[in-house]
């Protein structure tokens, strides 16, 4: 709330969010004048993904089956492709029947005639991307060179496979394609893009099967340079189980590549006739038809590859998904409006009780279906669960080795966290440069409050001190549920040198010519931190503290994970830069807290940065 009150948020936009989606009668009964929009991706078929309305019976669907739950929450809803629309409309209606009272039915909707049937305004807002700049047509030089790169014949068809080595995206049967077109004796090379679980599974059927030769495993590419990795490409073949509209598939249409894909989810909206080949799933013989044509006809190859990118110029462009963005956030703000008024004091008070029961709901579910848990998990190969309420909290490990321990009925631990940094020369180190680190640890380690945190009282330090003219040290405290298994990971987070860890975050911030090694990391447990309300009650009953903790760390993570977006007063032009209130803010998501950081930059003295409180 208090984001979302500070920031004068005209609209909250959320995707693929599990908290998100539950605690969206509570959003709508306390910030009814707000407009609030989702972006729904892809189906997921095998998951089940609960409400917390719902009975022992939970359907499957993923995100767009809460989507379709949550509908008359919402005040508009965005979508990748017609066909994941068309399937959440049909969903709704379902629903609509099921159910005859409940959370399902938005009870401020009740005085209306449209009770039992309302849904959002529903929009097809394609991906985009920029094809000019980020994915241009390559030119035969820029080919040559990429291909000279793999060392991939002149004469050979190139075809890439882009995406995570999962059993969604069926990266064995790409080289079942490769197998069949190498019997053949089609000079063809595949360039596998990506990384995941099925990886050793793909090595071992390289070697088993002699197609080493014929086959270059890139691994993970940076987004930035996936343009110079697939200009290599004649084709793209996704055999993918399921799709909501591929980015991946946009992007390499975009340079002119011809794709061959599984006729699945929207993937037809965008491969349309002559412009690349759709195929049944798990179609062998298809893919390898298609493949052995374009290798035999360099003129049709040609003609598919201009009709693939002109494709994209006309409906996939990043202009055109910001022009759907707008539109259906200027109809979520006029729906908002418009039915604001039908919020009683009643509504919100029955919305503010039910907290407790969704709060428990949402401690008792499986971590797993918080999106930023899995990114926790990535370390140490340790799977971390929010601590249920019931029982006994495990202790805390600090660097003194103790912390606190106790019930697990809301308490926060309040952590210090020490960093220090060798390699940064202190005449890099510019002013500029340390606002860079204390926007990117703010965000950074905003998972590791918003997961654990259970007090409303959301406080976090950020101390830059430098020490000499070659090592640094930064502070700052967060307060988190202490386990030993947190504390691990967090500690691994922070040392990792991997793509999605703190040190690849800290040398972006820092920018070229100023790279560092982290040296120490210093964990310290500073104690349990009180409820604002006093200490809670019993584990089994969470006091109006820790309700609001848990309201307010979901909203958080609704920003961190499920991607709120804040249409803020002074964007898209519809306000003046220092109208209502709005002080010139940033409209930019991402550096949501700049203008708290910007406000004391300039106090940053030779001995160390301001201390900022956010």
């Not at 882009?162 to 360039?191: E, N, T, W």
């Not at 307010?552 to 209502?580: E, H, N, P, Q, T």
Request: glycine fraction near 10%.
């Amino acid at each position: 709330m208090h984001m979302v009150h500070s920031r004068g948020a005209d609209v909250i936009m959320m995707s693929n969010s599990f908290a998100g989606y539950n605690l969206l009668p509570y959003l709508k009964s306390h910030v009814p004048h707000v407009g609030i929009v989702d972006y729904v991706h892809m189906r997921q078929l095998q998951t089940k993904m609960p409400a917390y309305f719902d009975g022992e019976l939970i359907e499957a669907g993923g995100f767009p089956k809460m989507s379709a739950q949550f509908a008359q929450y919402l005040d508009a809803s965005m979508f990748v492709s017609e066909d994941e629309k068309m399937w959440v409309a049909e969903k709704h209606r379902h629903f609509a029947n099921t159910y005859s009272s409940g959370p399902f039915f938005n009870p401020a909707l009740a005085s209306t005639a449209e009770h039992k049937t309302f849904a959002p305004q529903r929009f097809t807002v394609y991906n985009g991307v920029n094809p000019y700049t980020d994915f241009p047509l390559a030119d035969g030089e820029t080919k040559q060179e990429a291909r000279n790169k793999f060392a991939i014949d002149d004469d050979a068809l190139c075809v890439a496979f882009v995406g995570r080595m999962v059993d969604q995206k069926k990266p064995i049967v790409a080289l079942q394609v490769l197998r069949r077109l190498v019997s053949d004796d089609i000079p063809v090379h595949l360039l596998v893009v990506g990384s995941g679980p099925l990886l050793e599974e793909m090595f071992l059927f390289t070697s088993d099967n002699n197609l080493w030769p014929y086959v270059t495993f890139v691994g993970s590419v940076e987004h930035s340079e996936l343009v110079n990795v697939i200009s290599a490409a004649d084709a793209l073949l996704m055999p993918s189980e399921m799709e909501g509209l591929s980015v991946s598939l946009i992007e390499a249409m975009a340079t002119g590549i011809v794709p061959v894909v599984t006729d699945v989810g929207g993937q037809k909206e965008i491969v349309v006739d002559g412009a690349g080949y759709l195929v049944d799933l798990d179609d062998v013989s298809a893919m390898t038809a298609a493949l052995n044509e374009l290798a035999h006809d360099p003129q049709k190859l040609k003609t598919m590859s201009h009709n693939a990118r002109n494709v994209v110029l006309e409906k996939f462009t990043d202009s055109e998904m910001a022009v759907g963005i707008i539109t259906a956030f200027e109809t979520a703000i006029a729906h908002a409006s418009q039915t604001a008024h039908l919020v009683t004091p009643e509504i919100r008070e029955r919305a503010r009780g039910d907290q407790t029961s969704v709060a428990a709901f949402l401690s008792d579910s499986d971590g797993e279906l918080g999106s930023f848990v899995n990114r926790i998990n990535s370390f140490n190969d340790v799977t971390v669960h929010p601590e249920r309420r019931t029982g006994t909290g495990a202790s805390g490990t600090g660097a003194s080795g103790t912390g606190a321990s106790g019930t697990t009925g809301g308490l926060g631990t309040v952590l210090s966290v020490v960093i220090q940094l060798e390699g940064v020369q202190q005449s890099q180190f510019t002013t500029s440069k340390q606002q860079n680190f204390k926007s990117t640890i703010v965000l950074g380690m905003a998972q590791w409050i918003t997961i654990f945190v259970t007090d409303v009282d959301i406080n976090l330090y950020i101390d830059v001190t430098r020490r000499s003219p070659t090592a640094l040290q930064v502070s700052f405290k967060l307060q988190t549920r202490t386990t030993s298994d947190v504390q691990s990971n967090l500690r691994s987070f922070l040392t990792s040198t991997d793509a999605t860890g703190f040190y690849k975050m800290m040398n972006a911030a820092c920018g070229s010519n100023c790279t560092f090694v982290v040296t120490g990391v210093n964990l310290i447990s500073l104690g349990v931190a009180s409820s604002p309300d006093g200490p809670h009650g019993s584990s089994s009953d969470l006091s109006a503290g820790a309700i609001a903790g848990v309201v307010v760390a979901c909203v958080v993570c609704l920003l961190v994970c499920g991607g709120i977006i804040y249409y803020m007063a002074g964007s898209f032009g519809r306000k003046s830069a220092d109208g209502g209130g709005g002080g010139g803010r940033s409209s930019n998501a991402v550096t949501i807290y700049k203008d708290k950081i910007e406000d004391d930059k300039d106090t940053a003295t030779e001995g160390g940065g301001p201390t900022i409180q956010l």
